[in-house]
């Protein structure tokens, strides 16, 4: 069922935002931003005989913002990081049509973790990652869009629920990866606290 991830794992932030958040205008903002989201998600426009969904164009303004205005984030290793994960993307969907027998298990599972895998190794830090993959998916999905509208003549949305189940299997991947580092590194100053507080007592 297209749609189930995104409404299922943005409905789990949206929860942990208005309730484990601290009171302040990020929050309200954040929290608000996604019940946005969710209103404008099956809103759709039709540009050049093809389908497009409104919240796909919003996210890509906002996305590109983001990496506008990211800290050491050079304009060419965004750019190439976002090519080679959009040809990836793209590449696997059309590998889908015409030989869907590689899909073992739920194709945006194996697109969201191929496309985590790339990212992982393009960026060195979490938010560059994140911002690089969610690049490369916009701009495979309008080259697939393009590719199969206007060359393979078949009917396909672009951004549409599918997309953003792919993207939130991305975003949930990379916030499992970042919940674990913060345990362990709390686990660390933990480990690192007790033996000096036991060398204190031995020494009194």
């Known amino acids: 069922m297209e749609g189930v991830f995104i409404y299922w794992f943005g409905w789990l932030l949206w929860v942990v935002i208005t309730f484990f958040w601290s009171k302040s205008k990020a929050r309200f903002w954040s929290a608000f931003s996604l019940l946005l989201f969710f209103i404008l998600l099956p809103k759709t426009f ?40 959009a040809a990836a993307y793209a590449g ?70 599918y997309f953003f189940d792919i993207v939130a299997v991305v975003g949930s991947l990379y916030s499992v990866v970042w919940g674990l580092k913060q345990v362990s590194a709390y686990l660390g100053k933990v480990v690192i606290r007790e033996p000096k507080s036991g060398m204190l007592k031995q020494s009194s």
């Open 46 to 85: 039709v540009f050049a005989n093809t389908t497009v969904y409104l919240v796909y164009v919003l996210f890509s303004v906002y996305l590109f913002w983001q990496l506008n205005k990211a800290k050491k984030c050079n304009l060419i290793h965004s750019y190439v990081a976002s090519i080679t994960i």
């Open 92 to 161: 696997f969907q059309m590998m889908m049509i015409f030989d869907p027998i590689v899909v073992y298990i739920d194709s945006r599972w194996m697109i969201g973790i191929m496309t985590a895998i790339i990212s992982f190794f393009l960026a060195a830090t979490f938010m560059h990652r994140l911002l690089f993959a969610f690049s490369g998916l916009i701009q495979g999905e309008l080259l697939t869009g393009l590719v199969t509208q206007h060359h393979l003549y078949m009917d396909y949305s672009i951004g549409s629920l």
